[in-house]
């Protein structure tokens, strides 16, 4: 992709003695469109006007000017998809698991050009490469404010626990009715009230993340109150609305070398992680750090395999692995961690 594609493009034209000079020939009035556009052969050349691009019809046109003279004159409405040929159709929307960030056109971020091409083939958008890497865009919900604030998390009406009062002001600017409730996190109790249906915890416990522990009777120490409701046993119950005693890390150390811990275990105790692993028990999913549970019993594919789980562009949210290598989503990582295990 060549920024270029996106600059301003000088044109003339000497045409029955008469000179065109145009941005743009879409900004052409209609007269002179009728005589810049009586051949448009002559403007079939890749080596001018910044060479072929795309259409989202699937034809490569040799230029801009070319594809603009050919919608005038056979009245279609063909929008150019990107900048050079038109790659095969089953391309377009190739997941690429790597977050290699470009610029669009529209302003917005793409994870990489893969996301942004398949965006333009989906919805037949027309937006181009500015440039590599994130656009520049202030987030005024990230800034200098929050940031003094540090963490003193807050309870919203909403069942959230946010890191601190200036986020929360700050999201009120996009829902009105967002409101403190008290300081600390919500409580177990607090969120089950709000949103009373198990189906509605769950969705928001698989798509969420936040660090508000809630510790159990079996002494696991769950992340939030959303993970706790929706893994759900009659032998479990609420200790406290805060994190146990004993570390995740010790816990699971207790259960490598506990013969009797490990008796105690059955097949019914088996539940899926978010990376599309079955794990023994709950008490072993929680022994790996940036791990979910995903649901009870083992995992089934293809339903769980994290790398049919990547989500749409608006939904990523990039991670770095122990690799040093960016990837769009966790489960563009754990898909990578399931097709390269020796990484």
């Not at 594609?5 to 879409?26: T, Y």
């Amino acid at each position: 992709f060549n920024k270029s594609c996106v600059k301003p493009i000088q044109i003339a034209c000497r045409c029955l003695g008469v000179i065109l000079v145009s941005r743009r020939a879409s900004s052409f009035t209609l007269a002179n469109k009728e005589v810049f556009y009586q051949n448009c052969e002559i403007f079939n050349n890749s080596d001018i006007y910044d060479g072929p691009i795309c259409g989202n019809n699937g034809i490569t046109y040799a230029n801009s000017i070319y594809l603009n003279c050919l919608n005038y004159q056979m009245f279609q409405n063909v929008v150019p998809v990107h900048s050079g040929d038109c790659l095969p159709m089953d391309d377009y929307c190739k997941i690429n698991l790597f977050y290699r960030p470009v610029c669009g056109s529209d302003g917005h971020t793409y994870t990489n050009l893969e996301s942004l091409l398949c965006v333009n083939y989906k919805y037949s958008r027309d937006i181009m490469v500015v440039s590599n890497g994130a656009c520049n865009i202030i987030d005024q919900c990230y800034g200098q404010e929050t940031i003094m604030y540090a963490f003193n998390p807050v309870c919203a009406n909403n069942g959230f626990t946010y890191q601190n009062a200036a986020q929360v002001k700050c999201l009120q600017r996009l829902n009105t009715n967002l409101r403190i409730l008290h300081n600390g996190g919500c409580s177990v109790t607090e969120v089950y009230s709000i949103y009373n249906r198990i189906e509605k915890v769950c969705d928001i416990a698989n798509s969420r993340y936040e660090w508000n522990p809630v510790c159990a009777s079996d002494g696991v120490t769950y992340p939030n109150p959303f993970e706790f409701l929706c893994y759900q046993a009659d032998s479990r119950s609420l200790v406290s609305d805060d994190e146990c005693g004993k570390s995740t890390q010790v816990s699971c150390a207790d259960l490598t070398t506990s013969v009797s811990a490990n008796e105690t275990i059955t097949p019914e105790d088996e539940v899926c992680g978010s990376d599309g692993v079955t794990y023994r028990s709950i008490h072993h999913l929680q022994c790996y750090n940036n791990l979910t549970l995903k649901r009870s019993g083992a995992c089934i594919e293809p339903e769980d395999d994290p790398c049919m789980s990547i989500p749409e562009e608006d939904l990523r949210l990039p991670v770095c692995g122990n690799d040093n290598l960016s990837y769009v989503s966790p489960e563009a990582l754990w898909c990578a961690k399931s097709k390269f295990p020796d990484r």
